[in-house]
């Protein structure tokens, strides 16, 4: 079972550069999550979205866009690196089921170095 | 997001229980509680969750206080493998259901 899974694992960028992390799941499902987590510290929402062609801001989205066209893949933007993006990524997706709260699967990560 | 507030660090020994505490006094009728733990250099990974009720699984059990303010994680045979970051997590059941994490409770696992 593939689950949640992010590409690179790793990539080391030059200040200024762009770059897009990818993130698919095949568990068909809806709400998917892209978090950040810096050193010593636990996981920040960048961005999320509910389904197919709807996204919205999390807690730090500055720096970051993303798009959701289809319902398995969830690409997060880097469009020019800055040192502060220097970061663990991690993407997340959950079924959405009226009422009722379902945990999020979580990918490996991709370890980003601004340097 | 309704705060929750758990240890930095526990310790315990290997095949021994672990009960790990989570206080959220502010937690409203629509929220869920729930554990995620992270293993070092991994992404979370889901635990348990529940809503009045206790609840268990085949990783854990999770007590929740009659009056829903605190709730307690229950390792109930600790193995090397159980050293993780422990996030206790409240979602409310409406909307997308952002998890917001804290700084987590480490446990450690002396052999």
């Known amino acids: 079972n593939a689950g949640v899974t992010q590409t690179p694992k790793f990539r080391i960028l030059k200040i200024g550069q762009s770059m897009t992390l990818q993130c698919t799941q095949d568990m068909n499902h809806n709400y998917m999550y892209w978090y950040r987590q810096d050193p010593g510290m636990g996981l920040k929402l960048i961005y999320y979205s509910v389904g197919a062609g709807i996204t919205d801001k999390g807690e730090v989205p500055n720096g970051y866009n993303v798009s959701r066209s289809t319902t398995e893949d969830f690409p997060l933007r880097l469009e020019l690196a800055a040192p502060s993006q220097t970061s663990v990524y991690f993407c997340?997706?959950?079924?959405?089921?009226?009422?009722?709260?379902?945990?999020?699967?979580f990918g490996d990560g991709t370890r980003l170095s601004i340097l | 997001d309704a705060k929750t507030t758990q240890p930095n660090s526990m310790e315990s020994n290997e095949e021994e229980p672990v009960h790990l505490p989570c206080n959220h006094s502010?937690?409203?009728?629509?929220?869920?509680i729930h554990w995620y733990r992270q293993l070092p250099s991994q992404g979370p990974e889901y635990v348990i969750h529940?809503?009045?009720s206790n609840v268990n699984n085949r990783m854990a059990s999770l007590a929740i206080a009659e009056d829903r303010k605190s709730s307690t994680l229950i390792l109930h045979r600790a193995t090397l493998r159980d050293a993780a970051v422990y996030y206790c997590i409240l979602i409310s059941d409406q909307g997308a259901q952002k998890l917001v994490f804290g700084q987590g409770t480490r446990l450690t696992i002396n052999p």
């Open positions: 529940g809503l009045t």
């Open positions: 997340a997706s959950s079924l959405a089921l009226t009422g009722q709260n379902q945990p999020q699967h």
């Open positions: 502010t937690i409203s009728g629509t929220d869920y």
